[in-house]
Nanobody, 116 residues
Framework: QVLLVESGGGLVQAGGSLNLSCVYHGNAAINVMGWYRQAPGKQRELVATLSRAGSIMDSGVLRGRFTITNNKAKDTVYLQMHDLRPEDTAVYYC???????????WGQGTQVTVVS
């Protein structure tokens, strides 16, 4: 059973925008959802997490170009990405759990490709 389903990836030109969504389909309570990304040949890195209480843990990737939001009623987290750059090219993974120290759920990933 796939508990986290991402959508919204695709191919975009540099300077463009994409909006990623991730929906949680499980029954267990979760309090934190977020996004990681993995570029070719690199390790997976944190983009940001957002708790139900509204706390954001940001690795520095957001930097005004990306915004993480959620819809708690729909168990959904979003990542709005603007002014995309080729270095943002990566597979973006949704992550979820009960708190930032325990987030064992992963989505299958959605590819974001930015071309110049």
């Amino acid at each position: 059973q796939v508990l986290l389903v991402e959508s919204g990836g695709g191919l975009v030109q540099a300077g463009g925008s994409l909006n990623l969504s991730c929906v949680y389909h499980g029954n267990a309570a979760i309090n934190v959802m977020g996004w990681y990304r993995q570029a070719p040949g690199k390790q997976r890195e944190l983009v940001a997490t957002l708790s139900r209480a509204g706390s954001i843990m940001d690795s520095g990737v957001l930097r005004g170009r990306f915004t993480i939001t959620n819809n708690k009623a729909k168990d959904t987290v979003y990542l709005q990405m603007h002014d995309l750059r080729p270095e943002d090219t990566a597979v973006y993974y949704c992550n979820a759990g009960v708190d930032v120290a325990f987030m064992p759920l992963w989505g299958q990933g959605t590819q974001v490709t930015v071309v110049s």
